[in-house]
């Protein structure tokens, strides 16, 4: 459609602030007959739904289905997202008080993509933020952190980042105390192993595996968990201070000695046990979800 139609058609169906089942027919057949919807067509979308106060279940599919549409299509290469059109993106959908349907919009973009920038999800990770800010973790929330996290599954990207297991943590120092669903505690633990141990993690978290584990358990206060509390204690920059390399490298070559008969893509090391405790102990404040992964660490680490 020309420019003048389209402000046209926006205009009239912007003028009840709503959009009706039938209006939003009436916009897929007149904006995108073909299933090609340019950048005019897709701001012009934008704008209309800046515009409009219901979140008819019409409209809203309309609209996810065309911008997901365009974004996918924009770039010099279908399926693959670049970050101009990632620019556009942010810059529609960047404002405060953002609409379910922008980030069902995004999500979806980082769900069907074949391949996106890292700024595409952490604009997803910082609209999620926002949407869950000042309240408890319900059961929809943790359902959207856990669609943000593996969204770009498709494309192979299965393991949590470092980026998104810091967002976690920022996410949990927030909601922590509240009415959490159980779900959160449950996704927050399972999203830090995974993290920790990357593509191994489901090998890991077999019951069989995690019961052979457990036969290495004896005291708690002796495990690498322990250890690394005490050293973490004032969190990373005491950590500096503390840091004897002697007792380091022996404590590694026990961890080491004590995993031999597992694989080595198996093994949770040392490095990555420091990481999420030195985390846990950073902010100062212990949350009941740092409190469990701590708890599964120590259930996860072979002792002597």
């Not at 019409?58 to 299509?73: K, M, N, P, T, Y």
């Not at 990770?125 to 929330?141: C, F, K, L, P, Y």
């Not at 399972?190 to 890991?204: C, D, E, F, S, V």
């Not at 690498?224 to 503390?242: D, I, N, Q, T, Y």
Request: charged share 25%; glycine share 6%; net charge negative.
């Amino acid at each position: 459609m020309h420019n003048a139609a389209l402000m046209s058609l926006a205009d009239d169906l912007a003028a009840d602030r709503r959009i009706s089942a039938d209006e939003a027919l009436r916009m897929r057949k007149e904006i995108f007959p073909d299933g090609v919807v340019t950048r005019q067509e897709a701001d012009v979308m934008v704008a209309l739904q800046d515009r409009v106060a219901n979140t008819d279940e019409a409209w809203a599919s309309a609209f996810v289905e065309a911008i997901v549409d365009h974004v996918l299509q924009s770039g010099v290469y279908p399926g693959h997202v670049d970050e101009g059109t990632v620019t556009w993106l942010i810059a529609s959908f960047g404002h405060e008080g953002a609409a379910e349907t922008e980030l069902e919009t995004v999500l979806k973009v980082l769900e069907r993509a074949e391949s996106a920038p890292e700024s595409l999800s952490a604009f997803a990770r910082q609209r999620v933020s926002a949407h869950v800010a000042g309240r408890a973790m319900n059961a929809a929330d943790v359902a959207l952190v856990r669609r943000c996290l593996y969204a770009a599954a498709g494309s192979g990207a299965v393991a949590v980042t470092e980026e998104e297991a810091r967002w976690l943590f920022t996410l949990d120092a927030e909601c922590d105390g509240r009415a959490n669903d159980e779900a959160w505690g449950d996704l927050f633990v399972k999203a830090m192993l995974n993290h920790l141990m990357g593509r191994r993690a489901p090998k890991l978290l077999e019951a069989e595996s995690m019961a052979a584990r457990q036969k290495w358990l004896h005291s708690p206060q002796k495990g690498a968990v322990a250890f690394l509390s005490s050293m973490f204690e004032g969190g990373f920059s005491a950590f500096r201070k503390k840091l004897n390399y002697n007792a380091t490298e022996a404590f590694e070559a026990h961890y080491e000695a004590v995993n031999a008969e597992y694989e080595q893509d198996s093994k949770l090391t040392l490095v990555e046990m420091a990481w999420a405790v030195g985390m846990t102990k950073d902010d100062g404040k212990r949350t009941a979800n740092e409190t469990a992964l701590l708890t599964a660490l120590n259930e996860l680490e072979p002792q002597a």
